[in-house]
């Protein structure tokens, strides 16, 4: 036993050591540290996917809740005065866990309805004595501007899965979760709700857009009415890939015909996440 424990405090202080060998150099900045840390993987020292999470780890400290929250336009509510045969019908259709239950109107959110607290029902032969209200849950509202890593440290100590976007005069923006968040770090997470018709391009208003770099190329022309290749390129993410000719970094843009696309999350493989603007259109403010 003595023989293997040395063995293995051999194999440790091995891998340590190259560990420090990689850190003898100073870091000014976090790109000598993405510098340093692809080193490590080409020296064995860390595996491609353990360098991709930490990439995606380094850069939602950069991103904030507006790059990657679901619109308003596209969030799923559920009405506080909805009664169980409209709600239903809802829940059941988009498949989903968390529900915003408003008001009198889409800025008014109430609260959240978690699909599992409707289960009751069924055991309920008189729905007439359901209210919404009294199953919801406290909302969170962030602001567009959150940092992800501020987000998802308060998503872990308030044990939420599902946080509120409101803009600068309070209006509700869109909504953002844990998932989104984490989905940003280690790539896309699928479960058994997920479909073929996922949503891969948000609308943020008739000028900018999110677009998954996994969207088809297909689905971009059809969305956008535009006219790319779909022979040449399969996603969105590989045509933008072969303009650049090289992995671009977070908030490098391209311009490809009538698009400019703008990079939001990107590992040292693959573009994860678009910003997409019409020519047209001016470019959104620098995110401060």
Not at 117 to 139: G, N, Q, T, Y
Request: hydrophobic share 40%; aromatic share 6%.
């Amino acid at each position: 036993m003595s023989d293997s424990h040395s063995n293995n405090d051999s194999g440790n202080s091995s891998w340590i050591g190259k560990l420090k060998d990689v850190f003898t150099d100073s870091v000014d900045d976090m790109e000598d540290l993405r510098d340093l840390l692809r080193k490590a993987q080409q020296d064995k020292i860390l595996d491609a996917e353990a360098l991709s999470i930490i990439e995606g780890a380094l850069q939602v400290s950069d991103m904030q809740v507006r790059d990657i929250m679901i619109p308003r336009s596209q969030v799923v509510t559920v009405p506080a005065d909805g009664t169980p045969e409209q709600i239903l019908p809802v829940v059941i259709d988009a498949q989903h866990s968390r529900f915003p239950v408003i008001g009198d109107s889409l800025d008014e959110v109430l609260g959240i309805l978690l699909a599992k607290d409707l289960l009751p029902l069924a055991l309920e032969h008189d729905s007439r004595k359901f209210d919404i209200k009294d199953v919801m849950r406290p909302a969170t509202f962030v602001p567009e501007s959150k940092r992800l890593n501020v987000l998802l440290k308060e998503f872990r100590e308030n044990r939420n899965h599902m946080a509120i976007v409101i803009d600068e005069y309070g209006d509700m923006a869109g909504m953002c979760t844990i998932e989104d968040v984490l989905e940003q770090i280690v790539g896309e997470i699928e479960d058994e709700h997920d479909t073929d018709d996922e949503v891969f391009i948000k609308v943020l208003d008739q000028d900018h857009y999110t677009v998954k770099a996994l969207t088809p190329v297909e689905d971009f022309n059809e969305f956008f009415h535009s006219n790319f290749s779909e022979e040449e390129f399969d996603t969105i993410g590989g045509l933008v890939l072969s303009q650049f000719g090289r992995i671009p970094q977070r908030d490098e843009s391209i311009g490809i015909g009538p698009y400019v696309f703008r990079i939001l999350n990107a590992d040292n493989r693959q573009i994860r996440l678009l910003h997409v603007t019409t020519s047209l259109a001016e470019s959104p403010p620098d995110e401060i």
